[in-house]
């Protein structure tokens, strides 16, 4: 993604608000990082409570203390639990994500629809007058769910737009016709569905062939007017974290990266220095050398 | 819950009312007692007629004889029969259940739609001046119908707050994907569901580890803004049941309890009786022996 | 039931129409006679054309002529009946019943959606001048639709009431997972389940164990606001049926009955003066022996 | 039927409408011929282009010029069509069928939704100007989707009634628990339904048994108030066909009949006499020879 | 199709637009030449990256390139493209598909929902001020969810004439009932389906037998009102592909092609070049020979 492109969806009245969005979610930069908190409901309590996780994780406002004191494009979770924790945490750019689900059940292909249309949320913008920048939707790609999910992805982004949202598609294959969700070549196909339903960014796992030429195909399906997020899955190795993130947005030309746990599962000091760092490669375009220098001062 | 927070999907015009309500609820103690009265659906007539139940249980207005007579927070039922018996019951305090089902089906995942929407019931509320002062709905999580129910909660949580009416949300893992309804690490799961989904208050059943490892897991997934009631269960020894719930709640952070067979399946004066001892404990903070003595001099 | 008691879900302007169709239902008598006249689609031809069935029965007018002779408290079908052979007889006492559905399907648990919403009939009933006393509507209880058809019934009641119209619902256990439709156990569930849904009166077939402790607990759960009819079931020897009707309401406390086949199974003249007996019998608590000689009277 | 009737889910101000349009189908006689053009769907090209049938039936605009040219009482096809043709057959007297499926999926019980709601019919009838007498609209009684069908079907003759458009139903018993669908008896409990539905007319096919008994109880289901008509079949021998159609309606009392292969399979010319021979029959009650003496002067 | 047929559910308003939009699509010459461009979603990534594709293609810009250089009827892609990629593009016709659906689900059979109503489509295309001429919808006939498909053309069609849009309706017969999805008298089926609905035009697959006598089968089934369009299917030898469409056209008497693959799997320069070529043939009545010496001067 290149340039701010002001979708022909979005009203006159609205452009210039849908801009400010885009760059405050970009610090101006054309960059995005999501600090995404959406995963109690989806990984329900694994994530937040165990041996080597922090007792500062389980408690919901562990998120909103990170969120709150990191420079962060937007915190991504659900509304009741910034309903909730708003008043508290009001400077915080937030994102919500309208559909969760958990991950209980296994056998079945998975479906999850939006818990609020976007009229709510964006009343909900308005009332609270908290610092909304956008929503979020998941769509399982391959799943025999999939046409209901486009469909509300489809919704979403028009209805969004015509509130002046930008919007974050999660675009993930799944479901029983999947036989590797970690394919380049799938996922790039699962890009092109996000893009032709309008999404602003778009977040996908990595690729298992981390080659130049999978990152190739998975952003170029992406165009010049939509943004490539990548998930920072399972927690990981610090350096490779950052070397990863660095690589993916200043060599093959991602947009940003989306990340959760590796956050999070920290005690809150540290949890906001990774992020700070995580944000100075992002919209700073600080080497990843760098980043793990200003992270040990902290 | 440690505070009354009130959460920012309630608009300016209805916040004072939400605060009221939740006093009421709550007696401003910021503890919850509700008296659990949707089970004439949930199990039939299983509950209230048989050799061991006395005869007053088997008629409907029981539960409300009970209810106009004990410091209960809220009497939790549905609203036909509210709306029935409400002219003769007219103080008591009332939490509309707004989903239930039979215990008939058995070997399908469980799913159970609301009733009524939280529009009529605010419009109920209006026309019947009864004094009610919440809703209630069941999730099944990990059913196969929980996306269904997690939108249908959220709605009801979003709208009913609009309205300025708090939301107790039943967490209820249950179905084929479920291995252990009773396991701790699954029950805060479940609790950060029912956080994620905005509810005011969420009802749980205990876990079959009751050690105070696994209630720290559960109430602190409940967070700072909400409050775990734990479910009185089948009839249990009423030492046992006083002790449970004050260690529960004096020991353990929980904010309260909903009991219904271990009340209703008494007669009328024993069961108020029983009704105001949990209350003591509850709300005046008494030890389980002191509730105890109270009940005795009934 | 033994007091008009006007539900809270009936708005103030509506309760005194409410009053007045309780009124004529039950000819002030607290009691009531529905004739039922639904089963042209229950059971399609069979209980209308057949050997042992006069002639007279395979004409849908024969149920308009019996109802329009006799002094039921209403007679209960279709709409679309009632709107083509309602100018002919414009003094029946009518109740619309919402759902039905055809008895070939027989391998599927059972779902029967109302084929009209509540306003349409209010609508109908202003605009035709019919005297239409109420509406009526099946409930499976045990189905794997009971979720829908719960919901339902409580749309139709919550509406009826705005509406200022009774209702009466058929509480029938059915599906797969019913072991005994008949177990007296069950059938108080059942009106459990009608007593929660603000019924104003329940229909339930008769137990299998005809035995004083069944009919004390199935009468006992629909409480003191709620009546309970019990049906004819298949056409049965004169005497006992007459029998049946006295022992039910005058002895056990039911409401009254709701009988089809055992009435239109005749020429018009018999199903006339049978139709009188049994209302003498509701209505005016007349012995058995008494409506029997009425009955060789005519 | 013997007489017009107008149902009371007419209102007032649309009671002279429906009078006008009933006489116009029956040409004052109480009797109805519809000339059936539904089948493009139903049976896709099988009726339409094969060695046995001229080629003038291979375009849609055959059914036009039969319609266009003929005494028929309404030409039943889908609204598609008559948009498309209509401004150039501005006279024909359209009946819209409001249902279509193809035969395709066989292993599977039927289900066929309308494809438009009736509003939208009235509103193209007023902006079209043209001659559209009524609705029609096919139920598959005996289908597990029947319940959708049937209060489909309640629907569609409650708003065709407030618009003053009678309804024609195709009265099909369909699907795996139909073991005869031309049994008799099974085709008056079909007649029962569509005549509790409301409809004003019912098409249903031939009973495998021609007895007069088997007719009794078909037509005797209708009452008074509801017309039958039967459907041609399969293309028959034209002695057959016009014998047939004068038994039904001459002897048995049916209203008329539902004809399509029997007529489109012909070339134009031959369509047309075809269709005035069977004109005179229903609407002049011409004896079977008079009828083919006409034919064959075309 | 021969003439400018104004259907009648058009209303009077809305009648010049509709003959404006017909005019622009057929460039005045009753034929038209689509675009298709939504194959990103339809065919995921496999048809715009690989070894023998042009890296040109990997990026959904490409089609917009090719679009607003060459002489289509219209480009027919998703509307989240179109506001997208429309403020660079701002001259290019465009025919907004409804519909979309990934290849990845092989063993269920086939549904695809519309993901806008046409309503949002009007609204989209009077606020973006782009060049919208039309919208257009796949039905898959044969399919177990073709009675949710057909109903849903039904009312596509009538709300886009509502809004004087032309439609163009893609008629695929597919499922587990079809043996041959390539069958002539299938595809003439699938024909009849569309011109009952009243589309505009129809995109058929060619059959596989590609006699005069199966093109004459399917193109009478048009009509004189409904334009058929063939697919070009696999990208074909260039020869064989201009000679296909100059004799299906101008020999067969269908009304145009629309082609994807054939045209955008080339460089810019060359699928430009080949868009026009085919151009030349449908609407300028080129001869094959002469249109490849068109495009071998580019």
Same mark, same amino acid.
């Given at each position: 993604?290149?340039?701010? @492109?002001?979708?022909?969806?979005?009203?006159?009245?609205?452009?210039?608000?849908?801009?400010? $969005? /885009?760059?405050? !979610?970009?610090?101006?930069?054309?960059? !995005?990082?999501?600090?995404?908190?959406?995963?109690?409901?989806?990984?329900?309590?694994?994530?937040?409570?165990?041996?080597?996780?922090?007792?500062?994780?389980?408690?919901?406002?562990?998120?909103? $203390?990170?969120?709150?004191?990191?420079?962060?494009?937007?915190?991504?979770?659900?509304?009741?639990?910034?309903?909730? &924790?708003?008043?508290? &945490?009001?400077? +915080?750019?937030? *994102?919500?994500? *309208?559909?969760?689900?958990?991950?209980?059940?296994?056998?079945?292909?998975?479906?999850?629809?939006?818990?609020?249309?976007?009229?709510?949320?964006?009343?909900?913008?308005? %009332?609270?007058?908290? @610092?909304?920048?956008?929503?979020?939707?998941? +769509? &399982?790609?391959?799943?025999?769910?999939?046409?209901?999910?486009?469909?509300?992805?489809?919704?979403?982004?028009?209805?969004?737009?015509?509130?002046?949202?930008? +919007?974050?598609?999660?675009?993930?294959?799944?479901?029983?016709?999947?036989?590797?969700?970690?394919?380049?070549?799938?996922?790039?196909?699962? +890009? %092109?569905?996000?893009?032709?339903?309008?999404?602003?960014? /778009?977040?996908?796992?990595?690729?298992?062939?981390?080659?130049?030429?999978?990152?190739?195909? /998975?952003?170029?399906?992406?165009? @010049?007017?939509?943004?490539?997020?990548?998930?920072?899955?399972?927690?990981?190795?610090?350096?490779?974290? !950052?070397?990863?993130?660095?690589?993916?947005?200043?060599?093959?030309?991602?947009?940003?990266?989306?990340?959760?746990?590796?956050?999070?599962?920290?005690?809150?000091?540290?949890? /906001?220095?990774?992020?700070?760092?995580?944000?100075?490669?992002?919209?700073?375009?600080?080497?990843?050398?760098?980043?793990?220098?200003? *992270?040990?001062?902290?």
């Amino acid at each position: 993604m290149n340039k701010i @492109n002001i979708p022909l969806d979005i009203p006159l009245a609205k452009r210039s608000l849908y801009e400010r $969005r /885009i760059n405050a !979610l970009t610090k101006n930069t054309g960059r !995005l990082f999501i600090f995404a908190g959406d995963q109690r409901v989806e990984h329900l309590n694994d994530d937040f409570f165990g041996p080597e996780i922090p007792l500062d994780d389980a408690d919901p406002e562990h998120l909103f $203390r990170i969120a709150s004191s990191s420079r962060i494009g937007a915190f991504a979770t659900q509304l009741g639990l910034i309903a909730k &924790y708003g008043s508290s &945490y009001s400077k +915080v750019p937030y *994102l919500v994500k *309208l559909n969760s689900k958990s991950n209980l059940v296994k056998d079945e292909d998975p479906y999850s629809a939006a818990w609020y249309d976007v009229r709510q949320v964006a009343q909900f913008a308005k %009332n609270s007058k908290l @610092n909304i920048l956008g929503v979020g939707y998941t +769509v &399982y790609v391959g799943s025999t769910f999939e046409t209901a999910m486009v469909h509300e992805a489809a919704q979403i982004v028009y209805q969004a737009h015509q509130e002046g949202l930008p +919007v974050l598609l999660w675009m993930y294959p799944r479901g029983k016709a999947i036989q590797n969700k970690a394919d380049a070549h799938l996922i790039a196909g699962a +890009v %092109n569905v996000g893009v032709a339903l309008g999404a602003d960014f /778009i977040k996908v796992n990595k690729p298992d062939d981390l080659s130049p030429h999978s990152y190739l195909e /998975i952003i170029k399906a992406g165009g @010049n007017c939509t943004g490539i997020l990548f998930a920072g899955g399972a927690a990981s190795n610090l350096d490779d974290l !950052l070397n990863t993130i660095y690589t993916q947005v200043h060599r093959f030309g991602a947009t940003g990266a989306a990340l959760g746990r590796n956050i999070h599962q920290h005690s809150l000091k540290e949890a /906001i220095a990774l992020a700070n760092a995580v944000a100075a490669i992002i919209y700073d375009g600080q080497a990843p050398e760098a980043a793990r220098r200003l *992270l040990l001062k902290n």
